[in-house]
């Protein structure tokens, strides 16, 4: 049951961090305004409330393997919001990253 906690909390980190992110971008770059802007930043510190849930105590491990769940999940977020079609580089990539979280967050500890 940790295992899949951990799972979900990092999959809410990526959309609060990742949808913050883009609606910042969106804010500025796509001249969306000041709401979008302040709503990214809203998400944005959700994310970073959300990121203290995780069972494992280690600030250094749970950030450290939100990055593998980050590179995955942007490019996930990629797809769906702005028709971004990935290489089978960046698919591999993110697979390879995704191998890594599972070994920092669910290896075994001495």
Do not use: K
């Not at 049951?1 to 500025?28: C, Y």
């Not at 998400?43 to 995955?72: E, H, I, K, M, S």
């Amino acid at each position: 049951m940790t295992v899949l906690r951990s799972a979900l909390l990092f999959v809410l980190a990526a959309l609060l961090e990742i949808g913050g992110a883009w609606m910042v971008w969106q804010g500025v770059r796509e001249h969306r305004g000041w709401a979008w802007i302040g709503a990214g930043v809203v998400a944005l510190g959700a994310y970073g409330f959300v990121a203290t849930l995780q069972p494992d105590g280690n600030f250094g491990r749970v950030l450290a393997a939100y990055g593998g769940v980050f590179v995955a999940g942007s490019l996930l977020w990629g797809m769906a919001a702005d028709g971004f079609r990935p290489t089978r580089y960046d698919v591999v990539g993110a697979l390879v990253c995704l191998a890594g979280v599972a070994v920092i967050m669910y290896g075994p500890r001495r």
